[in-house]
């Protein structure tokens, strides 16, 4: 089982300039064959139908443990996709008969406003839903961890390429930080392949062969340390992580360091609504009215108890208006 | 992001003999159209794809938490099907030249022991992968929890259906308490839409029309009161939950009540490698032996760290052994 | 647009033993590449897709109006699919504890009763949905026609191939029927084909190598000159199809002649419900009474409109009932 | 079994300019998830799949028949992107050497060219093709309609979602009359839920929600009061349709009424060739003087038997060429 | 078996400028349904299935025989593809952080240069991967034959609309040498069918109806002969073409030949690194000096054996930098 | 471009018993995710994307040259399925009405005898299609080698597997044979990586875990050094495999060496007509008097040019019927 909290796993600048074909592109590290859905399904499936666990337990907590901080990757991938939604159509005064959503027209994704209410989609950049014909779970150990080295190989990859394709500053923002994350997972795999078999995979790194600390937006988590850190996402197990996880950083030679917590996040951002893509609704107010009654009726007090970021660029129309 | 913990959401029998026919079916209650990966995923990316969250609080909260709840649900589906497959070719004594896994060639799944390891795939019980597609995110809130009813029903119609043919212990086990909590979601969505629209939705209740007390694997949970409780899967967020759980149920007309904190939850079985299917290895007490050098390396002890249940069948078997 | 009438386009002999893995492979002929959704939709959507009908109308006619047959084709083969799946769980008596659809679990397509109630899928006999991809519309006519000559061939020969196989009176009544029907429309491409180009494809019969008189199935039909004929499936269009369909049948030298109405058609059976598999529910009987007030209330009178043949079995039972 | 009739199920304006990216938005409305595509399948393979159904003869009725009117969603959908896909390369004087569908090379749906003739493909607005796997047939009865009256929210909405992007008058026209028939069967599998559970749906119209009256394009049909009109697609069946159909419009309050014939339909334009397409061929007039002596020999007159409107744009040309 | 020979079937202008959009539709000839995959996996398949060869020699010699041309059309629209993606990120001089592949991000086929390295996809225009779906393998010599000439006359059809939509010199390279080549291909499958059943096909030619000669990149082809050559791939088997192969070509009545050698085909041009892609690497320098040592440590001297173009473009920037 | 000649691979025992579900589970080695099909194309592709491949000669003439060998591995896979396929049902006397098919109504994979003739598809052992998706091509030359050594791990996996389901004679010999190919691959792959990374691979075998010693049918393999061998499928080209397979076998500490010829290969059987499954015919007779027709015109002699094993049983029952 899981306990979910509402932040992220890393920070995003608030919403800018919408991207709809940047956000159609960025959709292949969400639901590519390389993307987070595919890190995340593997090795959840993995630790779902791992037999003898007991036997191999520091390996079976290993697979578990990042199983759980690629829900995190997910999120985020989402979250950036949205954020580059934001704003693609207006953000009030919407007359349909006005073709409100006439500038998406030529854009390449359809169904993120169509199906999506400029959202994210279960799919990859080409539309492609995500299939579960992706996770690879063997049964054998040595075999799904060459797998799953290998596929954060190519994860690493298509983030570099998006990168370079991409400059808006969330996917940028998300590619860094994904580029270290990954490369986490990256070592971890190898390392557990090293200590099952004797083999020295520490030559491959860089792969793909260029540092991150050539990525200006790796380079503050690179000071972070945060590719020398396992975090444990669990209060009570996958204990051994430390067990796998040690030895040098393959590219930087630092210590590989287990942190006993999960990372503290990020609290999010409120992305506004979009009334033409009827998200959450084409008049929300009404839905406000509705669930301030509820909470007011369930004892939970007059304002919302989330905690979210409101982002500036709302608040400033918001002024504009009133004056 | 997620924490996770090592406990099932439910309690299994001991594996007992293998059925292999019955645990393909049971996966269309993970990777089907309705499985437990559909309604995992839908209220997942409902919660990423949620605007003006803040506004909706109570509904944002209630599908984020949901969402939650759904990570257990393919967890014990995969078990499940674990347990269906433990046995299904010999557990010790094989020798690949003598056909070991030559019982399974005619059942109905063969990748579930050539690509798996006797294990659960990501597909469905025509052996289908999951696909995306299967996700419904409009960003439209009334009609993301009109579906989410509609995918609850269907899925409790598949369970039932489930159920009535396969008469496997781990199967019945599953299917009734998969009853019990689907009925909580698909209960939570008709509310939301009631407290939404004020539309009188409890009139639909039983769908599909057969009470789950006429079931004997569900009535224990209902005793329980399992029936009437949305727990909160998570220590932080996701407070909002009563202003929409509430009032009474529609088939019983118990009160609905929120638990504050996430199920105990049960210690899992380990189950005993499958060699013929190089799950975890040929012949494991190598990675045995490694896993126990690492575990002192890192000063983690002799024993696993980990609580599992030895599965009794093979404890008497290594009884044996030692005689 | 269509409009609808409640006749089958062939005669079926009363639901006699159930026959699930008959059933799965008779599917091939409904969602399959080359079954009956394939000829439906290729034909509509070459006529929706038809430029300069006018300048081409006795083609343009000819195509949409075996669109219109093909419509009774995906019926046919649907009734038949029901047909040999009634029985395969009691039909009365049932209790979910007893596993009342245990006698299904390793049959091929288990979605024909997990997803569906004892009924036909859209999909082939592997259970793969039929799709859209198998839709060929070039928009080149002389193209389009040659496809379809390959269609009709291919749609012969897999017939003949399950009619081969599979032995249940529904689908040998069936595949007879459907192997005259076929025939013409593989017939009356070939015609179109030489009409437009010159050339003699007459040789080409029979393909597959076989004439359909050595079929006993085939022979009713053969005998009342079905395989000559062209129905018009329309009351006000489709008039120019005379002006392609003339000449003689190339395999038995009959004169091939319009039919200027659709056949009567044969009133269809009224299957019975299937409890186990809820269709159309548990208790049927509430429906029932339901339905019997709405017709009341609306001055429809007591019984029902419709007109159906009550199977044998069925009525036989009633009587025990009463007595 | 079904008769066809050459007739529109609405009106639409004659070709204007071609708008490529447009027409690959609307083909989400023929093949997308919730496309008529979908809607069609659905309530066949339903009526296809009933058992029991004299017992449950008014839903019988109620499903069999929309799915009839479903036939003329596709056809009109089809149409208009065929219509907007007209003049989209040259209408003549086309050399292939010049490269006479050069501007259609970085539009969306290549395959709306290239494989087709300038016409709709059988896929959604990803190119992705329609499948099968998009029909729910239960055959629960409650269940099929819930199914039903969530597709039917779904498409609803993104009928206005498409409306709000693409202002092509054919797009328009089209969903102005899709969003009206739509919403008619939105409500009728409303109303039958309310029949057979007692469950008062009506609170939760218009979903989405915004009402059809602010949509310039539905204006019309609800003066026509089309909204309120259930026609009888048979002149023999269906006829306990009046059993469901019956009460107030959710929305508007009128009297909801069956009509109980087909409506008349308007007649379809003759959409001209597109040669560079091959469409019905690179120079059609050998087709027409072939067709012309194909009727000559059939005695069915020297002009073609069918009624078209000839558009405007071309008689002009015509004319043009003349002087 | 096969043999494989680094020499292309046709000749190509060095690389020019790119044209990503140009190439996502020309993937519709690889990996559509009609493309290059489906011929020769079609074919492949055919002779692998064959049954009683020895009985029908003269036919699975054709089949086997026109397989292996094929994978040499695979090759050239691959090569093609790669050809046009030339350059369409910066050849040298790469700062991912300046976002070098931007320019691509709204072209329609992300993964070609996200998932591929400005490389070819085994996908159709849309994206959608190649699937052995497209393979028809019937085992019935006839129907086989009939499938075949169809499939060659939609590869036709959908070459020809390529050609009038993509004019960069490589595809108009590739699409007059495949109408060409393809033609042959379908010519063959009609002689053969005549031969075994009589049917006269000739005059389904030219289909669709516009004869190559009126394609400027085709005439050369057709002056050289290469319409009435089938080459015998192999030397040592498939010796009964010409029991099939002979005759006059239905369109120009020139005599068929058979050439008893595969032809001497033409040295690939060595196409440039993307080092923004990746391809062969982000700084391809270190694995020319480690192949450099490979090669002489094996004692295959210093220079590389195999013969390649150096496109001119690329030798001109060199001389540049120089000065 | 490729030569093509008629030999195998490896030698098949005669066609025996026929095994349906043996050869449907076999599938999964032709058309899965890690059969022939992807290393066939996985490497196929990744030659003709390779960009620069002068500069990375050796690493291109290893890719080039092993997907040459993957033909033969796709033939002899498919050639394995023919063999269990044949006698499945009646090789003479068939009379549809009979059910000459019958027994195979309830086997796995209905498409081997409906859409094709007793042969093998282009699919996996659950009769999904094999698609383009599973072609890796990233153009990143380490990238690439990785994805292959994972590949080969994964199909060695797979073969082991079906080895110990399947032990039908055809199957087996297969298996046997593609271990020590696959294992050749494998360990080119390995070699390839640790040239380029200096890393040292030589460890991870053998992965899986077993020495391919312990099988039978694998030891006379290895007895002739097939383990240690890397055929070059050129005449003309790839001459720098020598530069990368060299050195000692990771196993068996044998010496790797470079076979500069293909192998010879051995004759295929002909297997017999299967004519309820229309293979080639429902009577061939008429094609063998054909092919002599054409054959004598074409001046190629009276007797087949073709050598094939004709199987023993045939040549038997011939006696038999002379006598």
Redesign the interface.
């Known amino acids: 089982?899981?306990?979910?909290?509402?932040?992220?796993?890393m920070e995003f600048p608030p919403p800018s300039d919408p991207d709809p074909?940047?956000a159609?592109?960025v959709q292949?590290l969400l639901?590519?064959?390389?993307g987070e859905?595919s890190t995340f399904?593997n090795y959840?499936?993995q630790s779902?139908?791992?037999?003898?666990?007991?036997?191999?337990?520091?390996?079976?907590?290993l697979v578990?443990?990042i199983?759980?901080e690629e829900?995190?990757h997910?999120?985020v991938v989402?979250?950036c996709i949205?954020s580059m939604m934001t704003g693609a159509?207006p953000l009030s005064g919407v007359e349909?008969?006005d073709?409100?959503?006439?500038a998406?027209?030529?854009?390449?994704?359809?169904?993120m406003?169509?199906?999506?209410?400029?959202?994210?989609?279960?799919?990859?950049?080409?539309?492609?839903?995500?299939?579960?014909?992706?996770?690879?779970?063997?049964?054998?150990?040595?075999?799904d961890l060459?797998?799953n080295?290998?596929l954060e190989?190519?994860a690493r990859?298509?983030k570099?390429?998006?990168?370079?394709?991409?400059?808006h500053p969330a996917a940028r923002a998300l590619t860094g930080y994904l580029l270290i994350r990954g490369g986490v997972h990256q070592v971890a795999y190898a390392r557990a392949?090293e200590?099952?078999?004797?083999?020295?995979?520490?030559?491959?790194f860089p792969?793909?062969?260029?540092a991150t600390d050539?990525?200006?937006e790796c380079k503050p988590y690179i000071k972070a340390g945060e590719h020398t850190k396992l975090y444990r996402?669990?209060?009570?197990?996958?204990?051994?992580l430390?067990?796998?996880w040690?030895g040098k950083h393959p590219e930087t030679g630092d210590k590989l360091v287990v942190v006993d917590t999960?990372?503290e996040?990020f609290v999010p951002t409120?992305?506004?609504?979009?009334p033409?893509?009827?998200?959450?609704?084409?008049?929300?107010e009404?839905?406000?009215e509705?669930?301030k009654k509820?909470?007011a009726?369930?004892?939970?007090g007059d304002e919302?108890?989330?905690e979210?970021i409101?982002p500036p660029k709302r608040r400033a129309r918001k002024a504009a208006k009133k004056s």
């Not at 089982?1 to 796993?9: G, V």
């Not at 073709?99 to 006439?102: F, H, L, Q, S």
């Open positions: 089982m899981i306990t979910r909290f509402d932040r992220l796993a074909d940047g159609s592109v292949e639901g590519g064959k390389f859905m399904m959840t499936f779902f139908n791992f037999r003898s666990r007991q036997v191999a337990r520091p390996f079976f907590d578990s443990n199983a759980a829900f995190g997910i999120e989402a979250t949205n159509s349909p008969k073709t409100p959503m006439g998406l027209k030529s854009t390449r994704n359809a169904q406003y169509i199906a999506g209410g400029h959202g994210a989609l279960c799919a990859d950049s080409m539309g492609n839903p995500w299939t579960g014909a992706n996770v690879f779970s063997s049964g054998d150990l040595i075999e060459t797998h080295y290998f190989t190519g990859s298509q570099l390429r998006v990168y370079e394709t991409v400059d392949l200590h099952l078999t004797g083999a020295r995979l520490d030559k491959l792969s793909p062969r260029i050539k990525i200006p996402f669990s209060s009570s197990d996958y204990q051994e430390a067990a796998v040690n999960p990372p996040g409120d992305l506004p609504a979009q033409a893509g009827w998200a959450p609704d084409y008049a929300p009404e839905i406000a509705i669930a509820l909470r009726a369930a004892g939970l919302p108890t989330g979210v409101v």
